[in-house]
Structure formats: C-alpha cells, structure tokens
C-alpha cells in the first residue's frame, strides 16, 4: 500500500472480549435485537439495557430539567422581562453551524414568545470568533437592543462584557467552550461546566434548546403542541451537534435521534432545500448522522467559512419557498468553492513528519479551510494537528486532535505564548505572533507526547473481520445516531481485487474484493496505476453506508495491517 502515501495501521477490537457467555445477549434479549447489534452497542461501551434506552426509548421524560443548568433561572427571567416591556433582543452567535443552528433556534422561539428580535453573526475574516467591542457598538448604534443573548461563544468575553455595561447592554451568555479563570460579568450566564449539570456535553445549540425548553416552560416535558414545536427545534440541535462533534452519548444521543426522526415529518423550506442538495430524501428511509455530517453540515459551514454566516440562519428561519431555493442555490456554489480551495491546499502542503504534534504553517492558506484540513491530516497520521494560515503577522490556527488527545491541556501548556486559544479536546482554535513559532511548536510537541504516553499504541479500533459482525440496515437504524463518542461501524475487509480498481472523480476508486458482494468505494487520492491491480490482496478498514437507493457498500478508511493481539 505503499505507493497510496496512506500509512498502514495495525487494528484491535474496540474492546476484549471475556471469557465465557457472550456479554451482550442481556441486551439483544431485554430490547429484542439481532445479537449482531446489540454486540455493537457493547464493543462501544453499553453494558446494561439502560444503557442503551437513550437511544431505542427517546422519551422527553429522559431529558435533564433545563431549570438544573446553572443560570437558566436568571436568563429566562431576564428575557421574559425584555419581551414583556417590549425591549429589543439581538441573538449574537457564531458563524460555525452550531452556532447558525444555535442563533437560528432561539430567534425561532423568541418570536414565537412574541420578542422583539434580532440577530448578528460575526464575520470569520474580519471580526473572528467571539464577542467584540467595536461590533458591539456597531449593533448599539444601528438597532440599540436592550439585551444581547449569546449562543455558542462569550464566556471567556470578560472585558467587552463589562464594557457592554458601559453602553448601557445588558447581556445573557449561552455557551459551551472552556471556562476561562473569571466569568463574564453578564445577567446570566448559562454554561453546562458550571455547577454538577447532568449532560456537561451539550452543543452551543443544545445550549439554546435548554434554554428554549425553559422559556417555554416545557418542564419536565413538554405538553401539547409544544411537543412538536420542540422536536422541530430538534432538527437544529441535531446538525450542530453532529457538526460540532460533541459526544453522541446520553442525553445527546437522545436530543439528536429524536432531531434526525422528525426531519422525515414536514421540513421548512430551507432545511428541505439544504436536504434535496445533499441528496437526502426523508420519505425514503432514515435520516442518519453521517448523512448530516457529510451532507448538510458541510453546506452550512461553507457558508461562514467562505464568507459572512448570516445567508446560513436565514436559509434556516425562512418560510419562503422562493427565498430558500435562492440561499440554497447560493451555499452550493459557497460549498463548490470551499471544496477546490480545500483540496488545493491539502495537495500542497508540506508532508507530514511523524512528530508528536503536526503543526504546519501556509501563509497563503485560506482561513476558511484550515479547519477541515486539519481535520484530514489527524485522520491520516493519528496525531494532534494544527493547520495555520498568516495575517499581519499574526498565525491563525485550527487544531484538531484523535481520540484520547485533549486540546484544551494543550493550549494551557502553550497559552504563555499565545495571543488567544480555545475550543473543546478534539476541535480548538489558537493565535500567536508568528516570530513565537518556535516555543508554541516546542510546547505542543512536548505536551503530545506527554498524552500519547498514557495512549496504547496507535492502532484502529474495529468491530471485527468481514461481513459478520454487520446487521441489516434497519437494525443498524435502531442504533443511531453514530458519530462522536458512538463512532460508526467499522470492519476489516480482505481478500485478492476481482478487477483493476475503477477511478472516479477527484482521484478516488472503486474497488471490488473477491467473494463480496457490495463494493468498496475509497475517497483518498489512491493510486490505481500500482499496487492495486487484479488479484492483488488488500486489506482495508471500513465503514458500512446503507443508502435507500444504492443499497450497502463499504467506505475505505485506509489499508490496515496485523490484528494487535489483547
């Protein structure tokens, strides 16, 4: 496999089996699975039938109580004070998709409860991430809100906060990132690390559903036709979460299955565009997570990542058929964009080194992608990876890291020589003068090695070897939603090529495996001139991709080589 430039890795099952009776029958026989799915539930952690209720029994009654998050009370007091004295509220978000999804979501329930509302979304290029003062004073001159609600950023915002005060804002915080070591001095400020919350691992949008959820005082559950307003705010909760990578576990798990079960009910305009772009079609099967994080997630972020976010919660609020097919239109040709971009820079930048901690610096790179590059570079080494791009001097980084690997103790060990920095463990942002390269590349290193000290040795986690250890689709379905923390399936398919592999696209090939009868479809710029000819064995990891039309085939992570024995 040497000659794709795609590493071979040594593969283990996700977890050992014991001796003895087979431990997940208790839950193939308590929830009435094919055993084939509840091992899966098993390999990924799920010992006991309870275990496994957030997912096959989504009842509201599962969900945390909203009033239990620490500053909800003040926050749903304050806000209902400005909707009953009719002051103006601006939602200022995020231009990522959990935060269009977020700002989308409370502007949604703000005007239901018959607010005055607004919303702003900063700019990735000329403002960045977070609150800042001089768009702060921009909103006051031109709309003078009364309040300002946060979604998906501000807690670490101490001083434009209090200079806020100054001008006579007042502020509620919804977030999610990392505390920093004071607290904005906000009204209130909602955060799911504060205090001992149930689910610590809510989205910035599941965030603002909790706090919907107490605004519309849907506690313990909601009655009604609240009911199926909530699950529609659910498809919002769903994407962000998908997108932003937070844990699909628990409560989450809950929150984004009944999210994906409702977009197969009547979609707005927009969300029903964004669904037909990516090829999804409701009426025919299942929505699935990985059909949002590779169908819909993508065309959200292009939209901030190429530009201004605001076009993405519009496409999102809008009930205008017309209105929607334009935005639509609009964020295909952002998303076309982003993809050349994105590619362009993948193919040009330096290869990886094996270090600890891949930290690359293109001075020409676009803002908008370092992120998902960086993303493809950890999956391919393993390793925490940093893509940086250069603005007066100044490096911006997107950082992304595997499993196991925590960012944010990483950015403390760097934060002496970084102007900002921030994020989640496996997704974070910093940025430093350029000239102090040297000392946050050392930190870096030094700290990943560190962590991957305590790691065992790189290697993929599978389901098993072949077909087997796969069940139907619909079987399959009863266990979503797959993704972080739950990671889809995957399994080791081997055996000699029936036939030369059958390039398509940007570089990608089709690959068929003698005595399998779904093919292998392999998105990584492999080489079909060497190495992979007839009758060649292959040994490949895997994902399964059920499609109502195609039926199942396989997706190729990479060649992989020995089984890790324990």
Not at 345 to 365: C, K, R, Y
Request: hydrophobic share 45%; glycine share 12%; charged share 20%.
């Amino acid at each position: 496999m040497g000659a794709t430039g795609v590493s071979a890795k040594p593969w283990r099952l996700r977890r050992a089996l014991p001796p003895g009776p087979e431990p997940w029958l208790g839950l193939a026989r308590e929830w009435d699975l094919d055993p084939r799915t509840a091992r899966l539930a098993w390999l990924r952690g799920l010992d006991r039938p309870d275990d496994l209720a957030w997912r096959l029994d989504a009842g509201w009654a599962r969900t945390s109580d909203p009033f239990l998050l620490p500053g909800v009370n003040e926050a749903v007091a304050r806000i209902r004070r400005a909707i009953e004295e009719g002051q103006s509220i601006c939602v200022y978000g995020d231009y990522d998709v959990d935060g269009v999804t977020a700002t989308a979501l409370l502007v949604r329930v703000l005007e239901k409860l018959g607010a005055k509302v607004d919303c702003f979304i900063p700019n990735r290029f000329s403002d960045g991430y977070g609150l800042h003062l001089d768009c702060i004073q921009e909103l006051k001159a031109k709309h003078n809100p009364a309040l300002l609600v946060s979604v998906d950023c501000g807690v670490r915002s101490v001083d434009e906060v209090r200079a806020s005060a100054e001008l006579g804002l007042a502020w509620v915080i919804t977030d999610h990132h990392s505390l920093g070591a004071e607290l904005p001095p906000a009204t209130a400020v909602v955060h799911p690390h504060l205090g001992d919350y149930a689910n610590r691992n809510l989205a910035g949008v599941g965030v603002a559903f909790k706090l919907a959820q107490a605004l519309l005082d849907a506690v313990p559950q909601p009655k009604g036709e609240d009911v199926a307003f909530l699950d529609g705010l659910l498809k919002l909760v769903a994407i962000g979460t998908i997108a932003d990578m937070m844990p699909l576990q628990g409560e989450n798990a809950l929150l984004v299955r009944r999210g994906l079960e409702a977009m197969g009910n009547a979609n707005g305009p927009g969300l029903a565009a964004l669904l037909k772009a990516a090829r999804i079609d409701p009426s025919a099967g299942a929505v699935r997570a990985q059909d949002i994080a590779f169908g819909v997630a993508p065309r959200l972020n292009a939209v901030g990542r190429m530009g201004g976010a605001e076009d993405a919660v519009r496409l999102l609020l809008t009930r205008d058929p017309v209105e929607a097919a334009r935005l639509a239109g609009r964020v295909e040709t952002l998303n076309a964009e982003r993809r050349q971009i994105q590619r362009y820079l993948s193919l040009n930048l330096p290869a990886e080194l094996g270090e600890a901690f891949d930290l690359v610096v293109e001075p020409t790179a676009h803002k908008g992608v370092i992120g998902i590059v960086a993303g493809q570079r950890m999956r391919d080494s393993g390793r925490p990876t940093g893509v940086c791009t250069v603005l007066d001097g100044v490096a911006q980084c997107s950082l992304r890291a595997p499993e196991g690997f925590d960012l944010g103790e990483l950015l403390r060990l760097a934060q002496p020589f970084l102007l900002s920095g921030g994020g989640h463990r496996a997704a974070a942002g910093m940025s430093f003068d350029l000239g102090k390269l040297p000392f946050v590349r050392q930190s870096l290193q030094r700290g990943a090695s560190l962590q991957a000290r305590e790691l065992r040795p790189p290697s993929l986690a599978v389901d098993g070897l072949g077909c087997g250890p796969v069940p139907a689709p619909s079987e399959l379905d009863r266990l979503e939603p797959f993704g972080q923390g739950f990671p889809p399936v995957l399994v080791v398919l081997e055996g000699p090529l029936q036939a030369s592999p059958q390039p398509f696209g940007e570089g990608h090939v089709k690959l068929r495996i003698e005595g399998l009868a779904e093919p292998l479809t392999w998105f990584s710029g492999a080489d079909p001139g060497r190495d992979l000819r007839a009758g060649a064995r292959v040994r490949m990891a895997c994902t399964v991709q059920d499609h109502t039309r195609w039926g199942r085939s396989f997706l190729v992570q990479g060649p992989v080589g020995e089984e890790l024995a324990g």
